[in-house]
């Protein structure tokens, strides 16, 4: 069973960063497209950010030029750099990793909660 952990989130003033990572322990394959979606307080679930095993990188219009979106070499591991923070990014954080081994299955993680506040 995958389980893909996150860690990073937390609480931060407005101009503020933060750095979210999302990995997969004991994961013996590596990962296709990985990427991020959030969900705030009374809204939908909405894309970040994503990047592909190529390494294409593609970003929400809401988050381009503040939020960096990267993956370590083994494909495992996946990180969200948010700089400038503002309180509208507050939200819980979802990492999404997809594997491509005869079929094609998504996984998501449990989520991690990031608050801009003053």
């Known amino acids: 069973q995958v389980q893909l952990v996150e860690s990073g989130g937390g609480l931060v003033q407005p101009g503020g960063s933060l750095r979210l990572s999302c990995t997969a322990p004991g994961m013996p394959f590596s990962f296709n497209t990985m990427g991020w979606y959030r969900r705030a307080p009374g809204k939908e679930r909405e894309f970040v950010a994503d990047i592909t095993r190529e390494g294409t990188t593609k970003y929400a219009d809401s988050v381009r030029g503040r939020f960096t979106i990267s993956r370590d070499s083994t494909r495992r591991t996946v990180y969200l750099q948010l700089n400038n923070l503002e309180p509208e990014d507050t939200a819980v954080y979802f990492c999404?990793?997809?594997?491509?081994?005869?079929?094609?299955?998504?996984?998501w993680g449990q989520g991690t909660q990031v608050t801009v506040s003053s």
């Open positions: 999404t990793a997809v594997l491509l081994i005869r079929t094609t299955t998504t996984y």
